[in-house]
């Protein structure tokens, strides 16, 4: 099974923390998490103006984990990241099968996303433990690396929102794969 993900986070620098994260399946069920507990000393201007407005939750206070879960489409999930790990862990075993994770140049994603479980070493054991990079995809099958993922995709979503973003990378993976 492939998994397509994107994250949202507070800087290009090693000390950045997670705002948002979200998945989908290559069967569509999405996984959609924002962070309480990201730095916000490290939000600026364009962090404010790009990422945390394109946040999608409700926020109650700072401190409230909630959680939607539609049982057709996926799981959206608010909390800090001990909690947003352990929605996440269950919901990446339930499929039951290996899993390998794409993201579009995922080196910053998948270090953020290794330390939610505590490092590398402890992802969940259903996960592959290289990340596969749509990036990569794209040049080994012909594409410019750097074209437009909206243009490639034929999707209109909001950038720097992490669920869109995912789901953007799906329809570039499927588009490529596909051969159009």
């Not at 505590?118 to 995809?137: E, R």
Request: hydrophobic share 40%; net charge negative.
């Amino acid at each position: 099974m492939n998994i397509f993900f994107d994250t949202e986070f507070t800087g290009l620098h090693k000390n950045t923390s997670l705002v948002s994260l979200g998945m989908v399946t290559d069967k569509g069920r999405t996984f959609y998490a924002e962070f309480t507990d990201y730095k916000r000393n490290q939000i600026d201007d364009w962090l404010e103006e790009n990422i945390i407005k394109n946040l999608r939750l409700p926020v109650l206070d700072d401190y409230q984990k909630s959680y939607i879960i539609d049982e057709d489409v996926g799981i959206s999930v608010r909390g800090d990241s001990q909690f947003i790990a352990g929605v996440l862990s269950a919901w990446m075993v339930s499929f039951g099968e290996h899993i390998y994770i794409w993201g579009d140049c995922p080196a910053y994603d998948w270090v953020l996303f290794c330390e939610l479980f505590g490092g590398a070493m402890h992802i969940p054991a259903c996960i592959f433990y290289v990340p596969l990079d749509l990036c990569t995809f794209l040049l080994s099958n012909g594409y410019d690396p750097d074209v437009s993922r909206r243009e490639l995709s034929g999707m209109n979503l909001v950038t720097h929102n992490a669920l869109d973003d995912a789901l953007v990378v799906k329809a570039c993976y499927e588009v490529v794969s596909n051969g159009h």
